[in-house]
Structure formats: C-alpha cells, structure tokens
C-alpha cells in the first residue's frame, strides 16, 4: 500500500474503508479574536463523534475538554478535579470540518495564541462512552474500540472528581495502577481503580473508586471515558496510535513507536513531581532546538526546553536525562499519534504555494495549509534563505552558499497557513512545500562518518535529494530520474561530476535510494562525524509534480510534465557544463514573452527581460537563450516542476 492506509471497521456502524490519520486527528493552532473564530481541521467531527482539547499557550488558562458526545458547550479542565461546565462562549459548537469558538478567554483571548487537538471516534483509534457509575466493584462498561485500549481517561462530570488514567503499558501488572491526569503524582498501586482487571476489545472494568465508579446522591454520578488505541499488533503501516512505556537512561535514548510521531505525551510514573508533557510538531519539536511543552494538569502557559535529540521514521529521541523525560532507571508512559504522511495529495494546491509579502501582517507568507519547508528570496537581490519545521528554531540555511544553519528568529513555523514571523515587503517572495507521501519529505539525522541507508517516509524513491550539513561545506544534491544521474552543489553552478558514489554509494558504487532508505557516502558533506544534516526529497507524483530530465535542442521545445494546466514552478539546472540554478514561477509570471527568474545559487536581482520558457499546458516550453543556456543543442538538463 503506498496511497492510504486502511484501520477497519468504524465505530457504531462506520463504514470499513481506508482511513488517513489526518482524517482522525489534527493538531490547530490559532490566534484568538474575542469573537467568533471557526477551526477548519478538515475532520467530520459532528458526522462522526470526537473530542477537541483546547489550550492558551500564552497565557494561564486550564485545558479544556469538549466532546460530541456530552455535547457543546460543556466542557471539563484537566488541571482541576471540577465538574463540568456550560462555558456558553466557549467551543460553541461542531461542524463537518472542524468546531467553533465563541469569546470566552480560556479558548480565544482576543491576539494570545492557542493550539487545539481533535481526536475522531474511529475503531481502533478513539472512542468516548458516558456512563452512571454504581459503586459496584466489577461494573463492566461497554466500549466499541474494537481494541483492547492502551490507555483510559476517565473524568465524573456530575461533581468533582480527579482524571483517573488507566495505561496499559503502566509499570507491572497495569490493571492494579492509576495515575491522574490533574496531578503530577507517581503510579498508585491500588484495586479500587480498575478491578484488578485488564479491559477487553469490547468492556473495561470499574472498582469502587469514586473517581471511576461513584454513586454521588443515590442516583449515580455520570463519568466520561475517553478510550485511546494502541496499534502494535496491527501491520506497520496501518498504525496510526501507539501507546507504550519506557526506562529512562539518563542520556541520549531512542524510542521506537512504529512510526514517525506527530504528537507525545509524556508522563514519569516514577517521580510524583514530573507532569504530563504534551508535545507536538505543530508547535515545535525542533530538532536540536528548544521544543515546545504544555503539562495537561496545569494551566501554566506554554514553555519551550531542548528534550528532543530528533524525530526519526519509527519514533524518537531523546537528548538528555531530564527528569521529565528521560532519568536513569524511572520508568514512563507515552501516547504517540503517527505523522500525516499516510496519503498521496490530490492537488498541487495541498501541498505547494507561492506567495509575496503581503506588507504588514504576519505570517509574511501564506499558503493555505500547514507548511514543512520553505525557502524565500527577494527580487532586487540577497541571499536565498531556506528552513524547515523540522529544524525549526528559527533556523535556516543559505542556498547560495556553503555556511551552516544561521540564526533569524523571524524563521517560524508557528502557524496554520503560512509561515515567518515579519511582516515582509511585496518584492520578497516564498515557495513553500508540505510534506505529503510520493510529493516530498524532510529528513534529518546526526553525521558519524560510515557508509550507511538513511530512512524516510516518501513512500516512493526519492528522484531530487538536497543535502546540507551544519558545517562550512558545500551543498551536495543527487538526481536519478532513471535515464540520468547527477551530483551538483546547490551553491555553485558547476556541472556534474563523477563522485556521486563517494557522496550516495559506498565510495565505489553510487547506491539508488529506495520506498525507504537513501544511502550516504563518508564525506563531510553528507556525513560529517557528530554534526546534524538536513536532507530535503522531492520525487515525481502524477499530475502534481515531476523530477526529469531533456536534451537539449538549441531553439525551443516543450517539456511534457503530465500536467493539464501547466506548471507554477519550474526548476531547471544544466548538468553537462556549467550553469546555474533557476527558478520560474506563475505568480511572477510564466507567459508567451518574458519571464522574470532568479538564481538559487547567486545573489542578484531578478532576471526580467529574459523570455527562456513559455507555458504549456502538459508542463512547460524551454527556449534557447544566451542568458540561461537552457537548452543549448545537445546539453543535458535536469528540472523539478510543480503543477
């Protein structure tokens, strides 16, 4: 399966079908108004059932659970034991593609920013039942799962009441221990939680505790239960939810889910100080830079702490032995959502955008969707800067140039549409990418100097690979369309060379990357011993994008992209001489007459008297000119273009 990923049947009657975690989960982040603000998460959350945890980063405000099934606008807070409350002005309601916010501070404080998770009810993912507790030790309550649970949250909302947490990879036998999602208390050791009794794919069972089980004023008081699934035993690409348990080593410690994670939480079940670390890459999991954290039993404000070391293809990494992550011999439990790279974009307009700065708001750039890479240059000339949310920390690289990650903390990624965090002039342009299964991907990982396969999560072999070490070396990019091969620097306008094994292969023979894995040579600017590189991929996906290659024909021919209304990026680089890298666009302008263009590999103003391509609707024309040689008699070209 290389599109969707299927999960089963759904919940009360849901159809089977293949299912994208984006279609079940979503992490939104928004900036309030004092009004009304309408959350487009792209989930049927009033169709189908879920839950919407809502939560102020910026100022002291409780996290807020609303769900389908209690209804809007009622709403519990994991920082206190409090019963449910009608917050009128709070999330208002639910609609087929996300929820609504009135102007209530705790969710939409007029230009304070917040961050919003949506959990679908979907089988073997999420469920929600409400139930009257008895005060019977026994009771069994009935969920539809359709998986035994990894964890349980249970909440009374009649009166007060702590979140009781069963989790099933909890220390020892997990059905005896309970933890509570309003505190930062150790494991407790106790029969009155759960029974002593592990759930079922179809029941879990409740002991007298009045926090799972209580019978209030005779009539029994009403419990929510939010029911988490674990994937495990599911085939590897069907995981979506790992739920799952680690020792802390005090150091540098890998942890391995399954799959490249979206969203974390953490807790220690050692430490009764340690709190409920929620983490995500939409805030910021910046890899070797501060991360952002918000502690589900607490309304503090959102703090930012280097825990991770990095995001890998199966899990992730942690830095240092920080106690709230990862301390010699304590034990902890996790959550882990799987990142939305389970399906193939239908349009090029969910997962490219080209946009100029608009002057004085801020993101500087929009696109239209959540952004992963983006580069932007400006077109009376300067440097091209590039950076991505998986670096992140406001860092970027130049790509004009061979210098390591430089600082700007302008490079923010902090957004739901966009990305930059100033305003910028109209003359400053951005190109900006998502990561999407068979379009594109980034990847990351720490140098150690041997010939080695890195993983990554295209889904298809990658035909463009740009390569960039943390250290004063060049740029090394790998093309294999499979009728050509190259190896060029992105800073320099030399030709391809003949070392692409050393860089690609094992020093003597140049390895194609695969589905999976792209193989790295020993040299600095790959692989550089202890130092971080950032690889972007790009790869051919059918009407959207194409990496390929021409010959030239010294006047002029069209470039059959199989696209229908041509192309609003055009790439292209000469590979048999030298010559520079450049880049078109249809915002500047991609017609039958001049066609402005700039350099990625130079710092001069934009080309604008210069006619080297024209449009086409199948992709694009190439001219013969003088000023680009992109299409001299008998020369070999590589280009990336996007639809």
């Not at 009166?159 to 933890?179: C, F, K, M």
Request: a negative charge.
């Amino acid at each position: 399966m290389t599109i969707e990923r299927k999960v089963g049947m759904g919940i009360a009657g849901q159809p089977s079908g293949s299912v994208n975690v984006a279609e079940v989960f979503s992490t939104q982040l928004h900036v309030g108004n004092g009004g009304t603000k309408t959350i487009t998460s792209g989930i049927d959350i009033s169709g189908e059932g879920g839950l919407v945890i809502t939560k102020a980063r910026e100022v002291v405000e409780g996290m807020n659970f609303t769900d389908t099934v209690r209804g809007a606008p009622n709403r519990v807070r994991s920082n206190v034991n409090d019963p449910s409350a009608s917050l009128s002005t709070g999330l208002t309601a639910f609609n087929s593609t996300g929820h609504v916010y009135g102007s209530n501070s705790e969710v939409n404080q007029n230009t304070k920013k917040f961050v919003s998770y949506t959990f679908r009810k979907k089988e073997k993912f999420f469920d929600i039942v409400t139930y009257s507790g008895n005060g019977v030790a026994g009771r069994q309550i009935a969920h539809g799962l359709g998986s035994v649970p990894g964890m349980i949250i249970v909440k009374k909302v009649s009166s007060n009441g702590n979140w009781a947490v069963y989790h099933g990879a909890n220390t020892n036998a997990p059905e005896t221990e309970v933890l509570f999602l309003n505190s930062t208390d150790a494991t407790w050791d106790v029969n009155t939680a759960w029974n002593d009794t592990a759930p079922t794919d179809s029941v879990f069972t409740v002991g007298t505790m009045g926090s799972v089980n209580g019978t209030g004023d005779g009539s029994g008081d009403t419990f929510v239960a939010y029911l988490f699934a674990d994937n495990s035993s599911e085939d590897v690409d069907n995981r979506m939810i790992k739920c799952g348990s680690y020792t802390g080593n005090g150091g540098v410690q890998s942890i391995s889910v399954g799959f490249e994670p979206q969203f974390i939480l953490v807790k220690n079940t050692s430490d009764a100080s340690r709190s409920w670390n929620m983490y995500d890459t939409m805030r910021g999991i910046a890899i070797g830079n501060n991360d952002a954290w918000l502690k589900a039993e607490s309304a503090n404000a959102e703090g930012n702490y280097n825990f991770f070391s990095e995001l890998t293809t199966t899990g992730f990494q942690w830095r240092t032995g920080d106690g709230q992550t990862n301390k010699a011999s304590e034990q902890y439990v996790y959550m882990a959502i799987r990142a939305p790279m389970m399906k193939e974009p239908e349009a090029a307009t969910e997962v490219f955008a080209v946009d100029n700065g608009n002057g004085s708001d801020v993101p500087a750039f929009n696109s239209g969707f959540p952004i992963d890479m983006a580069f932007w240059s400006n077109t009376q000339g300067g440097h091209t800067k590039i950076a991505d949310r998986l670096i992140g920390g406001g860092k970027h690289l130049e790509t004009d140039a061979p210098d390591g990650f430089l600082t700007d903390s302008a490079h923010a990624f902090d957004y739901q549409t966009g990305w930059h965090d100033s305003a910028q002039y109209s003359s400053r342009y951005s190109y900006m990418w998502k990561r999407a299964k068979g379009f594109f991907d980034v990847v990351s990982y720490t140098g150690n100097a041997t010939v080695r396969t890195i993983p990554h999560s295209l889904g298809v072999a990658p035909e463009m690979i740009w390569v960039k070490a943390d250290t004063n070396d060049h740029w090394k990019t790998m093309t294999d369309t499979g009728s050509i091969t190259s190896i060029m620097d992105l800073n320099r306008d030399v030709d391809s060379g003949s070392s692409i094994a050393y860089f690609f292969g094992n020093g003597s023979t140049y390895t194609a990357p695969t589905d999976s894995v792209f193989t790295i040579g020993t040299q600095g600017n790959v692989n550089l011993n202890n130092t971080r590189v950032v690889a972007y991929l790009f790869a051919t996906l059918a009407g959207i994008s194409k990496v390929g290659n021409y010959t030239g024909n010294g006047s002029s021919q069209t470039i059959n992209c199989g696209f229908s209304a041509g192309a609003k990026y055009i790439l292209i680089k000469r590979t048999d001489a030298e010559g520079s890298w450049y880049v078109w666009d249809s915002l500047k302008g991609i017609v039958a007459g001049n066609d402005p263009y700039f350099i990625l590999n130079g710092t001069g103003a934009d080309v604008t008297n210069n006619d080297s391509v024209d449009p086409h609707n199948s992709g694009f024309i190439v001219n013969h000119g003088t000023d680009t040689d992109t299409n001299v008699s008998s020369g070999t070209y590589i280009f990336y273009a996007i639809a």
